[in-house]
């Protein structure tokens, strides 16, 4: 099969689209933090990830043998960013979950849309640094630490707690890397051949690292720990990410950012519809403040990154 030939140049899409796709992302997303919760219960963090870009990038086969594939070059660059985009982050996260509320994982990932625009602002210089970018990522994370006031007292601080927010932390940082490096490079690489290659080659070092490092932790095969991994795989991976690609070279980086503090809200509404948690003051007001920062963010200026990707020089 011949390679995917790489192009420049991004087709015009309808507002509706990317309105669809947008809120995909954050919707879907925003319900996995509960499941990640549950599969935990009986599955070892790396061996859990390990089966979730598994099961996710067989799953894209099929659409990837339709688009085709890509030459060598960009094969080793797509393996590179799924360790930093899949591999890292999401080890770190699954580890750091183990001993931190959701709560205060939720908080610590809704900083992304900071670190996000500070790389992106060191990395591309037609992403300035503007006071309203600011002001757009502030009001979502101050409205992420109203939701979640209740969930952030009261915890003890240990050795693990704190570990678990260095991870946690160093994982949204080498995501925003990843997601800028993504931007910048990737727009002519099509999203399936994108995301298959990152999940199976993310997929592999997770595994080997489970069987040397989880190989006395017990795996319980119950239906609950099928069911949150073919959900993460098919709807938290391999849906997400393909919206993810193809909206890239469509928004600026501070919508981009927008989505975590937008799956949070999402991961705290269904928690009231379908886990009978509390509808508080804090829910609305903290909603209203990530709702606002999300609208200031997909309002703002975006660069010329967004309507003009960067050119690629090679094949």
Request: glycine share 8%; aromatic share 8%.
């Amino acid at each position: 099969m011949t390679p995917a030939a790489p192009s420049t140049v991004v087709k015009p899409a309808s507002s509706l689209k990317v309105v669809f796709a947008y809120c995909a992302c954050f919707i879907l997303w925003g319900s996995t933090w509960a499941v990640i919760k549950v599969g935990l219960q009986d599955l070892p963090p790396l061996r859990f990830l390990g089966l979730r870009l598994l099961v996710a990038g067989l799953a894209l086969l099929p659409f990837v043998r339709a688009t085709g594939w890509v030459d060598a070059r960009t094969g080793w660059r797509i393996a590179a960013l799924g360790l930093l985009q899949l591999a890292a982050p999401f080890a770190l996260l699954f580890i750091a979950q183990q001993w931190i509320p959701s709560s205060w994982a939720a908080l610590l990932f809704s900083t992304f849309p900071m670190w996000l625009l500070l790389i992106g602002r060191v990395m591309m210089p037609d992403q300035p640094l503007t006071p309203g970018k600011l002001v757009a990522a502030g009001l979502g994370v101050a409205g992420v630490m109203v939701l979640q006031r209740s969930g952030l007292e009261g915890l003890q601080v240990s050795g693990k707690v704190l570990l678990a927010v260095g991870l946690t932390l160093a994982a949204v940082c080498i995501l925003a890397l990843a997601n800028v490096l993504a931007k910048q490079h990737m727009a002519h690489v099509p999203a399936p051949v994108l995301v298959l290659g990152q999940a199976l080659t993310s997929a592999l070092p997770m595994l080997v690292c489970s069987f040397l490092l989880e190989a006395d932790q017990p795996t319980n095969w119950t239906p609950r720990a099928v069911g949150a991994i073919a959900y993460l795989a098919v709807f938290g991976t391999a849906c997400t990410y393909l919206c993810l690609y193809w909206l890239l070279p469509r928004i600026s980086l501070t919508a981009l950012g927008a989505m975590a503090l937008l799956d949070t809200l999402v991961a705290v509404v269904l928690g009231v519809l379908f886990l009978d948690e509390p509808f508080t003051l804090s829910l609305v007001v903290g909603g209203a403040l990530i709702l606002g920062g999300a609208a200031l963010a997909n309002v703002l200026p975006s660069g010329t990154a967004t309507s003009r990707p960067r050119e690629e020089t090679s094949a």
